[in-house]
């Protein structure tokens, strides 16, 4: 399944009826689709309106391509137990991201550094596919 077997996605949120969009990285567990970001834009946007979508392709040619789009709710995780339960299920690939800034046991950092650990939830899911026969 492409959710499943793909590791970068699109993330669309919107504030204010100005749209956002980035790629992020993620890891389908749970029946929801768990993410991480540090402080910034998205994470404002996502916080003032939960309501996002998350779009997923693969792409062999122009010809053959699979498209899946995820409509959902984000969920910010606040709780210690919370946030080392979402780690867990994204460091199977820590090697992704910068190990540093995801550091959970490190007091180095200010808050304001510290990770947001999310994951939106499954509402829809629509897709489309191409193959050339
Ligand atoms: C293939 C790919 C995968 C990616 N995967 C991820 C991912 O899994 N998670 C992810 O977050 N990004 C990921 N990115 C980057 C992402 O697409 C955005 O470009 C980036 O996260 C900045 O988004 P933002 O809305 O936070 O931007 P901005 O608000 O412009 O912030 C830019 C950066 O500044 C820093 N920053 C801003 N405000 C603060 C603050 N208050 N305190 C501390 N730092 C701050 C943060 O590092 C932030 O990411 C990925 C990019 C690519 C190309």
Redesign the pocket.
Known sequence: MLIAEQR?ARLGCCRDNQP?V?????VRAEGQVF???????????MRSNPLVCVEIEHCTDQHCWKCVIIEGRYHEFHKETDKKHAWNILKVYND??DPG?LNLGSDAKPP??LPVFFAISMDSVTGREATLV
Do not use: L
Request: proline share 9%.
């Open positions: 970068v956002y980035v790629p992020i990285y993620y993410g991480f970001s540090m402080p910034g834009r998205k994470i404002e946007f992704w991201w800034a304001g550094y």
